[in-house]
């Protein structure tokens, strides 16, 4: 059930990250797809939000040079990459890859780059139990930490810390 009244306290200056390739992905569970516009516009309406970081990797297909042109028109801040494509198997003679961009990396170095700003509020929207180290020192730097996912989405590592972090389930963020 959506809550278009529901509003996050943030506590001071906030940066978001959208790990936009984990996000896409929840679309099975949601049943819809997160609209980035909707989402971008959800965001803004915090006057505490400063920084609005989207990481998405560039392929040499044309759709995802023009997603990403149309998310730069919307105000995301890009941090792109090139899409690495994986060999998985070959059946039947024909070769599958998949594709692979993590931002990992990229995202914890940006957060630790905003620890020097004075940011207070780090909102992620990814389910990733790999950004549990960061969570935790975050956490121990008495910054707030919201983590947004969808149903079944959420690492078991960040299931687990239980206290100093806000998980929010996305569906209670309302009309995104």
Known sequence: MRNPSF???????????????NVYGWKKSLKREVDPKKLYRYLKGYKEVKH?????????????????????????QIITKPVKHIFIAEVNGQKIYKRKCDFDMEICI??????NE???????????????PLYKLLMDKKKQV?????????????WNLK??????????????
């Open 110 to 115: 940006k957060a630790h780059e905003l620890l």
């Open 146 to 158: 919201i983590v947004v996912y969808a149903r079944g989405h959420l690492g078991r590592e960040i």
């Open 118 to 132: 004075n940011i207070q509020t780090f909102i992620f929207f990814t389910g990733d139990g790999d950004f549990e």
């Open 163 to 176: 206290k100093d972090i806000f998980k929010l389930e996305l569906p209670r963020l309302g009309g995104i």
């Open 52 to 76: 609005i970081s989207f990481y998405f990797g560039t392929d040499t297909h044309p759709k995802s040079k023009s997603f990403l042109s149309k998310m730069k028109r919307t105000g995301y």
């Open 7 to 21: 509003r996050l306290k943030l506590k001071g200056k906030t940066a978001v990250f959208i790990d936009w390739a």
